[in-house]
Nanobody, 124 residues
Framework: QVQLVEAGGGLVQAGGSLRLSCAASGRTFSYYTMAWFRQAPGKERECVVAISQSGRTTYYSNSVKGRFTISRDNAKNTVYLQMSSLKPEDTAVYYC?????????????????WGKGTLVTVSS
């Protein structure tokens, strides 16, 4: 089992920045590809970014490319999501996710472990 705990959500104005973190415990963190999903009200959960086990390879959805940056620190068992130039449409619950699959933009059924999520609200 891997336990994932997100932190860093909150309210921010459009154009602002926010950094999310996800602390992992349990099995070896570096075994897993990590990803961030988000789910806006009334919408399906979508993968917006993913990072390989080593951190060398990342994938971004078109909706966040150039604005969001994922990184990981395997020594601290933590993955980060730096969000910049935030827009009201980025408002969502953000979920940290772990998968044993190779890095890509994931579907929900490819995820092995989920965090409980953290709410990000971007005001206009």
């Amino acid at each position: 089992q891997v336990q994932l705990v997100e932190a860093g959500g909150g309210l921010v104005q459009a154009g602002g920045s926010l950094r999310l973190s996800c602390a992992a415990s349990g099995r070896t963190f570096s075994y897993y590809t990590m990803a961030w999903f988000r789910q806006a009200p009334g919408k399906e959960r979508e993968c917006v970014v993913a990072i390989s086990q080593s951190g060398r390879t990342t994938y971004y959805s078109n909706s966040v490319k150039g604005r969001f940056t994922i990184s990981r620190d395997n020594a601290k068992n933590t993955v980060y999501l730096q969000m910049s130039s935030l827009k009201p449409e980025d408002t969502a619950v953000y979920y940290c996710a772990a998968s044993i699959q190779p890095v890509r933009i994931f579907s929900m059924n490819e995820i092995d472990f989920w965090g409980k999520g953290t709410l990000v609200t971007v005001s206009s």
